[in-house]
């Protein structure tokens, strides 16, 4: 069978290839979905790729690399860029789609889809999250570090169809349809909130969280995300939160965190949608939170290599 002759073959569109959009790719290649991959510098062509399961087998693939202008017979495109680079990857893209290509944010952080949502021309959005861990080994090489929920969801416009939303539930290891999403997304915002920023600023692995000096920081940084949700109308449950942010430092114990990596090879973070987020809703709603703004002005002045 050729990709065009497999069940949505070449019609799911991935655009991103880091280590979160490789993960993707490789989950939805092993269930013959056939995806194709799209990335700003590299151009259309094969390329091959290799993925370290958690079981430490690897497993290449020949991946097919596409351009703009084979995006018009995309039913799906993923987006799994970073938060920071949503609106400038997918604005330039959005007329090369068909009318009614959906569109999946997939990025830690919430922000991003309240700026595309202007230009969507109608199409269908799916937001998700995933706590599923992954490291780029070089360029086309990746390893999956850490199992974890993904959890997708309906946003805006018109649904993905039910063929699609089953085939990536097959797909897509630990997996859920959720609706709604969004106190989803907020409560993977507090789990990066709490990890992320932690890890980046002590140069440690998400399992060192685990130890005793760090508590008290964590339990201040999710208590005021608590705080920001209840007044944006998203009811989190304290204990229920505090256990899912140790059980993702459990999980992800060897990981290094995006934000950490981020950080160790000089990149932009995430920071801007994650806590950056949580402050500019704080800020509307008028609630104070202390232990976010410190830890946001440590981050910043790493990220600018203080
Ligand atoms: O950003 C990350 O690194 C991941 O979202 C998570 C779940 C914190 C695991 O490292």
């Known amino acids: 069978m050729t ?3 497999m069940p949505h073959g070449g019609k ?3 655009l991103g290839a880091g280590a979160i959009g490789q993960l993707f790719y490789h989950q939805l290649s092993a269930h013959g979905l056939a995806p194709v991959l799209m990335t700003r510098e590299a151009s259309a062509g094969s390329q091959a790729l290799e993925f370290t399961d958690l079981n430490g087998e690897t497993i290449k693939r020949q991946a097919q690399l596409i351009d703009k202008s084979a995006l018009a017979s995309c039913e799906l495109l ?11 990857a997918l604005q330039p893209l959005l007329g090369a789609l068909s009318a009614d290509t959906h569109i999946l944010l997939l990025h830690n952080g919430l922000g991003p889809h309240l700026a595309i949502a202007p230009h969507l021309a109608g199409r269908g959005l799916s937001l998700g999250t995933t706590s599923q861990g992954a ?3 070089g360029r086309w090489q990746i390893k999956q570090t850490g199992a974890g929920l ?3 969801g309906h946003g805006l416009g018109p649904r993905l169809t039910e063929s699609l939303r089953q085939a990536l539930l097959e797909a897509i290891d630990d997996s859920e349809w959720c609706e709604p999403i969004l106190p989803m997304l907020w409560q ?3 789990i990066n909130i709490a990890i992320n920023p932690l890890t980046a600023i002590n140069g440690c692995r998400n399992g060192a969280l685990i130890e005793d000096q760090y508590r008290p920081t964590i ?25 899912r942010v140790y059980r993702v430092i459990q999980l992800t ?3 290094y965190s995006s934000m950490h990596q981020d950080i160790h090879h000089g990149r932009q973070t995430e920071i801007e949608a994650i806590t950056g987020y949580l402050l500019s809703r704080a800020a509307v709603r008028g609630i104070d939170t202390p232990a976010n703004e410190a830890i946001y002005r440590q981050l910043k002045s790493l990220e600018q290599g203080g």
Do not use: W
């Open 135 to 137: 490291l780029k080994l």
């Open 253 to 255: 114990a060897s990981n």
């Open 78 to 88: 993923i987006v799994c860029v970073k938060a920071y680079q949503v609106e400038e």
């Open 188 to 190: 993977k915002l507090a």
């Open 3 to 5: 990709a065009s002759e």
């Open 12 to 14: 799911i569109a991935i």
């Open 219 to 243: 339990l201040a940084l999710i208590q005021e995300v608590l705080a920001v949700a209840n007044a944006e109308g998203i009811a989190l449950e304290q204990d229920r939160l505090t256990e």
């Open 150 to 152: 993904t959890q997708l």
